[in-house]
């Protein structure tokens, strides 16, 4: 990318019709960022050291956690600085590489969510072939590939919206670096940057909800011949936390398309809950309900506290 512009920084004015509620904010968005990287530490820490959770299902699960703890640092980060009265600026290239972040980890989420969808289906509809289809090769193919597949896509749309002349005002009316909010100040032409931005985002999403729906429409007949009330209560409880976590991350997305003219304030608020509160319910969602994950947790914790005990009584004699 080559950068023909005069503009050197933007400056990010923020949360919309949000002035006075600075320290409000701070205390409650900073609560919940740290929330989301506990959370998520935990859960990796958990699938690392358990080797219960050496599984396909727990390996993609390892790789939503990354991702949740990438995806809420692109954006909150800078949010809370000048939430604490900090800087409002951000340099040309750290708003490239802002947006660049944000929809890698954005279309990673969908792939990845994609791909354990396709797990499940694996799992409750061939439970005897389940560890010879999702073998180690074929799961570290699908997770390079969701990775990769966000990397392109975030390098198409970055390419587009930064290869423009920006030499008006350099104000972006968001709290971060966004296509919609960054477009607007530019000086050429933008329909094709649109165009291609709109249509790329919008047709990965449905491709990727489309057959995460075919999955579970698969895996809902599958669970149906089941005979026994308790193999269909296992069957759908395999699914219940994975399921939780699509609602949680495809709700906004949908909230957003069905209410295209909404106030500034309402999509701002629904980017927060995309970008900060659904990687935080994701441990909680997948960790609540799940004996297999609590239990690591459980082994971790008596270990490190054993050790410290002892590190303790050395020094007491």
């Known amino acids: 990318m080559r950068n023909h512009t005069m503009v050197t920084e933007f400056i990010l004015l923020g949360i919309p019709e949000t002035e006075g509620l600075e320290i409000v904010l701070f205390s409650l968005f900073s609560s ?77 989420e969908c792939f990845l969510y994609t791909v354990m969808a396709y797990d499940r289906f694996v799992a409750i509809c061939y439970p005897l072939r389940y560890m010879v289809i999702m073998n180690h090769r074929v799961c570290s193919f699908l997770a390079t590939g969701t990775w990769m597949g966000g990397c392109i896509h975030a390098f198409i749309l970055t390419s587009l919206t930064f290869q423009l002349s920006y030499c008006g005002s350099n104000k972006v009316g968001y709290y971060f670096c966004d296509i919609p909010a960054i477009l607007p100040l530019a000086c050429g032409d933008t329909s094709l940057a649109q165009r291609v931005g709109f249509t790329n985002v919008g047709l990965l999403s449905l491709i990727c909800f489309s057959l995460i729906l075919v999955s579970y429409t698969r895996i809902g007949i599958a669970i149906s011949k089941i005979h026994s009330a308790e193999g269909r209560k296992r069957a759908f409880s395999t699914c219940s936390a994975h399921i939780a976590a699509i609602l949680c991350a495809y709700g906004p997305v949908i909230i957003i398309y069905l209410q295209p003219d909404s106030s500034a304030l309402v999509g701002a608020i629904i980017q927060i809950l995309n970008n900060l509160v659904t990687p935080m319910l994701n441990p909680l969602i997948y960790s609540l309900r799940n004996k297999d994950v609590k239990s690591a947790l459980r082994n971790i914790f008596p270990k490190r506290c054993l050790s410290m005990q002892v590190i303790k009584n050395k020094f007491s004699r």
């Open 32 to 108: 919940l960022y740290l929330c989301t990287l506990l959370g998520n530490v935990l859960i990796l820490t958990a699938i690392i050291s358990s080797s219960l959770l050496h599984t396909p299902m727990y390996f993609f699960l390892g790789n939503l956690s990354m991702f949740d703890l990438g995806f809420s640092s692109t954006t909150g980060p800078k949010m809370l600085s000048y939430l604490s009265g900090q800087s409002q600026g951000i340099s040309f290239q750290g708003c490239a590489a802002q947006l660049f972040f944000y929809h890698f980890l954005g279309c990673t």
